[in-house]
């Protein structure tokens, strides 16, 4: 049951057509031109997987196989789509078709989505990674589920996980809907929406736990908690790892992220144990902020996708003491 939800909230891409063939472009065809062709993968605002695969192209049109996951409702705009069609080039290097068009900058497409009577909406599309499916395995399950077993052999506590995996299914069950109706009209509310929702509700929720929960509120033990955050944190990576490939940057950054919610997971605890909902609100802002420059930035300055690292480093940092001071107790 656990695993047919974990597939039900990742958004992943439809099969694609059939006969998907990249033909090597012809060798007088410029540079620029050529460069266009073969396979871009990237996420719409952060989260809707979507790949553009150019399998011919010449001075005048291409032909693309287009490919997005369904999101949220399946509604209207969030259907999920795969679909081959004839794109017209637009120079220095360029396609359009539809209200989408792709421009290549350096190594990465940079595409808008800009239907009539709609804000338009941003990806940054690479090839995928050259080292297959290793950075995915690594990042989003080897590392997370290495980071969960560590934390909860090295401090004794196994149960907490499964409250950890049952608290980001409910919260997921709470903010995929908000984040549909929000991102209905505009890609950037809906990223938005999601930072703002995901930063209340899940820490909300982890703060109910924690306080709830004897074992999680003890005030001279952090260590229950810790690994509450850290489940929290591998049953996203999971969920999102079975998605598009990220490429090498968010399969890198998600074994952070997950030490970030041991961070948030920590803070909680000191809300319970000191009794100072000011540890509370610190937990929610900082991830309200952290999600802010890891979804909705992007949309709005695409190439910006790298910069929530630097506050991912620093919530890793401060997980990592956490731990230390936990093994102190246990």
């Known amino acids: 049951m656990v695993t047919a939800l974990l597939i039900a909230c990742a958004p992943r891409l439809p099969e694609p057509p059939d006969g998907v063939h990249v033909e090597v472009p012809a060798a007088d065809l410029e540079p620029e031109l050529r460069a266009l062709s073969g396979t ?8 809707r997987p979507s790949r553009l695969v150019v399998e011919r192209v010449d001075e005048r049109e291409a032909i693309v196989v287009y490919e997005i996951a369904r999101f949220g409702n399946g509604q209207g705009m969030h259907r999920g789509a795969a679909q081959r069609e004839t794109a017209r080039v637009t120079h220095p290097a360029g396609l359009a078709f539809g209200s989408l068009t792709f421009r290549l900058k350096g190594d990465h497409l940079e595409g808008t989505f800009a239907p009539s009577g709609v804000p338009p909406a941003t990806i940054t599309m690479r090839h995928p990674s050259p ?8 990042g989003f399950y080897a590392l997370p589920l290495a980071i969960l077993a560590g934390l909860a052999a090295g401090l004794r506590r ?17 903010v995929t809907p908000i984040v549909a109706v929000s991102g209905a009209g505009s890609p950037l509310a809906g990223t938005v ?22 074992a999680l509120r003890d005030p001279g033990a952090r260590g229950p908690a810790l690994v509450l955050g850290a489940a ?8 999102f790892g079975l998605g598009a490939d990220d490429g090498l940057l968010y399969a890198g950054a998600r074994p952070l992220l997950v030490l970030g919610h041991v961070a948030f997971a920590a803070l909680a605890w000191r809300a319970v144990a000191r009794r100072d909902p000011r540890w509370l609100a610190l937990a929610i802002a900082l991830h309200v902020g952290l999600d802010l420059l890891g979804f909705a930035l992007p949309v709005v300055a695409p190439g910006t996708e790298a910069v929530f690292l630097l506050p991912a480093f620093a919530l890793g ?14």
Not at 40 to 47: D, F, H, I, V
Not at 160 to 166: C, K, R
């Open 158 to 174: 196994a149960r907490p996980i499964v409250l950890g995996v049952a608290a980001w299914l409910a919260c997921s069950l709470v």
């Open 232 to 239: 929290h944190g591998a049953t996203e990576a999971l969920v």
């Open 193 to 214: 929406a999601l930072s703002l929702a995901a930063g209340l509700v899940e820490e909300v929720v982890r703060y109910g736990l924690v306080r709830g929960v004897a």
């Open 317 to 330: 940092g401060f997980a990592l003491a956490e731990v230390r001071a936990a093994r102190r107790e246990a």
């Open 131 to 138: 080292y297959g499916a290793a950075p995915r395995v690594l």
């Open 40 to 47: 871009w993968e990237g996420r719409w605002g952060g989260l």
